[in-house]
């Protein structure tokens, strides 16, 4: 059964850096292109961003560009979420989800990890 | 970006009911739209894509229609499990949007 397992979320103050990483499995992550998406605290979703399978692409909403940065480590079954100057509105749980081929549709979803963000 | 517009925001309805909830676009999107159901502390389960198509495994009463700026998710006989959140979602351009989110109560 295919698994996407969420890590490193954590309480962290305005300003800090923190990266969220994804452990992927039972299936290939390096042919699919992956996803972050998050919710805000009884909120509800938000895409992040996406990264193609070689991670020589990535997209991004416009209000974490350059402060966030998706990558992946095929080898390890693993992809990232690298978030700098964090700010209190990027309180939120974030997910992992896997984009089925050929489409930006979410077929795979973990359970989460939160962030928190004291200012 | 385009903009995903759900409604209603919340809907009350009998195990047995049929549902039907709006998503539109604020511009073309083809029938590049799928739909997730969330329950409460759970991630979010694909059940319908490219406007139409129903998930493998996703039970036969969900369907759903439409195309270019306004789609509509059909729950056909309402069941227990049924009672949760739903959310529509644009794939036919970056940024990806979703709605904001029908939340299905019992009434």
């Known amino acids: 059964e295919v698994e996407l397992v969420e890590s490193g979320g954590t309480l962290v103050q305005s300003g800090g850096s923190l990266r969220l990483s994804c452990a992927a499995s039972e299936f290939t992550l390096g042919n699919y292109w992956m996803t972050w998406v998050r919710q805000a605290p009884g909120k509800g979703l938000a895409w992040v961003g996406t990264i193609k399978q070689d991670g020589s692409e990535t997209y991004y909403v416009d209000s974490v560009k350059d402060r966030f940065t998706i990558s992946r480590d095929n080898a390890k079954n693993s992809l990232y979420l690298q978030m700098n100057s964090l700010r209190a509105e990027d309180t939120a749980l974030y997910y992992c989800?896997?984009?089925?081929?050929?489409?930006?549709?979410?077929?795979?979803w973990g359970q989460g990890t939160l962030v928190t963000v004291s200012s | 970006d385009i903009q995903m517009t759900q409604s209603p925001s919340t809907v009350s309805a009998s195990e047995g009911d049929r549902v039907t909830i709006t998503c539109r676009a604020s511009q073309s999107i083809r029938s590049w739209l799928a739909w997730y159901q969330q329950k409460p502390g759970k991630a979010p389960k694909l059940l319908i894509y490219?406007?139409?198509s129903l998930e493998s495994g996703v039970p036969s009463r969900f369907s759903g229609s439409g195309s270019g700026t306004e789609f509509t998710l059909t729950i056909s006989s309402l069941q227990p499990d049924d009672f949760a959140t739903y959310y529509c979602q644009q794939y036919n351009s970056y940024p990806i949007t979703f709605g904001q989110g029908t939340r299905l109560e019992i009434k």
């Open positions: 490219k406007a139409s």
């Open positions: 989800a896997r984009a089925r081929q050929g489409s930006d549709v979410f077929d795979y």
